[in-house]
């Protein structure tokens, strides 16, 4: 490839501006490192658990022991960790449905759930929450933290669930940090100990040194091919919390007769185990891109958020086009910049799930995997493209290269 000297520079300039900036997200990453590393050790992690099994899968002891490794990584009583469930989707699906009955409520209390949960929770004859009869209402974010005032003035003797969404989804915001969910829990439990907080927890495993269930939470949940998977696991969500509640949704997860006494792998768990140790070091390369690719970005005079020098909440980076044009440019410059379909060209496209439709690049290893380097946005003004992951920061910094490549130079 052919840099113009104008990119290197705008590169270099910004990769120095964040030299402190990383040693902070190393000594993060060397903290996870270590839980994840003790946590192996104590479960006496062998190759006998990455064996092969088939059929009900009794005694699997890869499965068991890979979910009691999450629990004591996040801190939860008992984890679910699978391949069969199919994406975050499907784990926080689980979840909500294991948990709730038919009249109880479910409080949304970081305005809406991610995109693809509106069907699950408020579909009409769909096989929806709102189907069963679970009623369900929302509280928006106040300055970009919970409210909790108007919280707890929503809670009736029919909520059952509160839900906080840790990352932004597709919302002009910032993620949410541990220590904010912390306080929210903290007040509500004052009041209210036996409804379940629930946390999606997508795009913010390891970002800090504590998860969300070391704060009182409940249930967290989220995706294989995000964050715990390290960019190895190749499918697979988890659930992980409190004993009562992760059991209700091993019940429905397999049947309540069964729970997750069954459950078999035919490829075997090698993946997981590994994906899980590499994670807090994939999750530190895909936040030092995030935080080059703001840079960068907020020199050019484009709004960025986080803001530049701002700690994240998660490993997506959001910026803000102009035009139309410029944000497809921005997906199309990272789906080149790809190891795997550099030669494919995305556009925009109505996706199942998604309310517009929505550009993605993705040229990655493991389909649609978004702990590597990915990009896509929902075709709406304000202009915004939502950029995550990385293998590795070096990747990152040449895909940077060649958006900033593109915005410079593309009718040369
Ligand atoms: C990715 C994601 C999900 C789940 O999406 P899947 O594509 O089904 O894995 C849910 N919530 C958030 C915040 C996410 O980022």
């Known amino acids: 490839m052919n ?3 104008e990119t290197q520079k705008i590169i270099a300039t910004a990769q120095k501006k964040l030299t402190k900036a990383f040693e902070e997200v190393d000594e993060i990453a060397t903290y996870n490192q270590m839980k994840v590393l003790e946590a192996f050790q104590t479960n006496n992690v062998g190759q006998r658990h990455f064996s092969q099994t088939n059929g009900y899968g009794y005694d699997d002891i890869g499965r068991d022991t890979l979910c009691k490794l999450f629990a004591q990584i996040f801190g939860g009583e008992k984890a679910i960790v699978s391949p069969l469930i199919v994406s975050g989707t ?13 009249g109880n409520e479910m409080l949304a209390i970081t305005g809406s759930p991610y995109d693809t949960l509106k069907e699950v929770i408020v579909g009409e004859g769909n096989g929806s929450l709102k189907d069963f009869g679970i ?35 597709y919302e002009w915001r910032n993620a949410l940090s541990v220590n904010d969910i912390a306080y929210a829990v903290k007040e509500i439990k004052k009041s209210y100990n036996n409804i379940c907080i629930m946390v999606d927890n997508c795009y913010g495993e390891f970002i800090e040194k504590i998860e969300p269930t070391q704060v009182g939470a409940d249930i967290i949940v989220g995706s294989l091919i995000k964050n715990p998977g390290g960019g190895i696991a190749p499918t697979g969500g988890y659930i992980c919390g409190k004993s009562q509640y992760v059991d209700l949704i091993a019940g429905r997860f397999t049947s309540p007769s069964i729970g997750m006494e069954v459950g078999s792998y035919a490829y075997g768990y090698k993946d997981f185990y590994q994906g899980i140790f590499m994670a807090p070091h994939t999750v530190a390369q895909a936040i030092k891109g995030s935080m080059l690719v703001g840079q960068v970005y907020s020199d050019l005079g484009f709004e ?66 978004s702990i590597e380097l990915s990009a896509d946005s929902p075709i709406k003004a304000p202009y915004i493209a939502y950029l995550q992951g990385g ?13 900033v490549e593109k915005l410079l130079f593309k009718n040369n």
């Not at 499907?90 to 038919?102: D, E, K, M, Q, S």
């Open 391 to 403: 293998l590795t920061y070096e990747h990152v910094k040449i895909a940077c290269m060649y958006c």
């Open 304 to 369: 960025t958020m986080p803001l530049s020098g701002e700690t994240c909440g998660d490993i997506i980076r959001s910026i803000k086009f102009d035009t139309q044009e410029q944000l497809i440019d921005f997906c199309r410059a990272i789906q080149e910049a790809s190891p795997i379909d550099s030669n494919v060209v995305p556009y925009p496209w109505d996706m199942p799930g998604y309310e517009h439709q929505v550009i993605m690049a993705a040229g990655t290893f493991v389909a649609g995997a």
């Open 3 to 5: 840099l113009s000297e």
């Open 135 to 169: 009623k369900y209402s929302q509280i928006s974010l106040k300055d970009g933290k919970i409210d909790i005032q108007a919280v707890l003035n929503n809670i009736n003797e029919n909520t059952k669930l509160i839900f906080i969404g840790r990352s932004r989804g």
């Open 90 to 102: 499907h784990a926080l699906t689980l979840a909500l449905y294991g948990v709730l009955r038919p």
